[in-house]
């Protein structure tokens, strides 16, 4: 019998998979306070770095621990001890990863990372639906705007288009989170295969990038999952 395993579970034996190998360097004590994601952070010490780039670092630390599961992500103490990767390692990830993606890219990817942390998502379904077969989903958080620091209760991460019939994704648009345009006249737009174009109200179709089919199966079952606790809006 297979074991069944959670869809974040998933995503991270993915990455870890895709991750470079790291020899341990600094051995770091837990202290009060600490937990994977700041220590990554921390360690990556890059002003504007993504929520993409702290994950990755935060699961390399992760597998060089054989902390493999989220249980044991989640369970180190006050006093354990963890080795850090070694001194050059974040330049070697940059080479292997994030660097050679397309914003769109990497913008997706941001997106799903929030989805799967942030606590404040909210997910609001139009009460008519999109078109006689289609119901339309729009998908917010809590954001602070770091330039002006005002705080939305009601910050646009995407929208997506979900068939009443099957249940599957066919669309999700979204903008490019490294230019901070946050509204509903979204960038891009990825189709039910997982290719990336401008969005557009012509024929013309740019190609932007495309997500591997797990990394899309992924994002569409945190996104059905926001399905079952979303309300309505008119």
């Known amino acids: 019998m297979v074991e069944k395993i959670s869809s ?13 190998e790291s020899k341990k360097g600094a051995v770091h004590t837990m202290r009060k306070g600490d937990n994977l994601w700041n220590i990554a952070k921390k360690e990556l010490n890059k002003k504007n770095a ?19 599961t989220i249980e044991k992500m ?9 080795y ?3 001194a050059g390692t974040v330049q070697k990830m940059g080479n ?12 997706i990817l941001q997106l799903k990372n929030i989805i799967l942390t942030d606590q404040t998502i909210k997910v609001e379904k139009m009460y008519k639906g999109y078109e006689a077969k289609d119901d339309l989903y ?17 910050h646009p991460l995407m929208t997506f288009v979900m068939d009443k019939n099957t249940g599957n994704i066919k669309s999700i648009t979204y903008n490019d989170q490294e230019k901070r345009l946050n509204t509903f006249s979204y960038d891009y737009v990825i189709d039910e295969k997982g290719q990336i174009v401008k969005n557009s109200h012509t024929d013309k179709k740019q190609k932007a990038g495309k997500i591997d089919k797990q990394e899309l199966e992924g994002l569409h079952s945190e996104l059905k999952k926001l399905t079952e606790n979303s309300t309505y809006f008119y």
């Open 8 to 20: 974040e579970q998933a995503y991270v034996n993915y990455v870890m998979g895709k991750l470079p």
């Open 96 to 107: 292997n990863t994030t660097e050679n993606q397309t914003s769109a890219e990497r913008s």
């Open 84 to 86: 850090l990767p070694e």
């Open 74 to 82: 989640n369970n180190l103490r006050v006093n354990d001890k963890i």
């Open 138 to 154: 729009h998908v917010y958080n809590e954001y602070t705007y770091p330039e002006t620091g005002f705080k939305s209760h009601k």
């Open 50 to 68: 993504t929520n993409q780039e702290i994950s990755e670092y935060m699961l390399l630390i992760a597998k060089l621990n054989n902390l493999n």
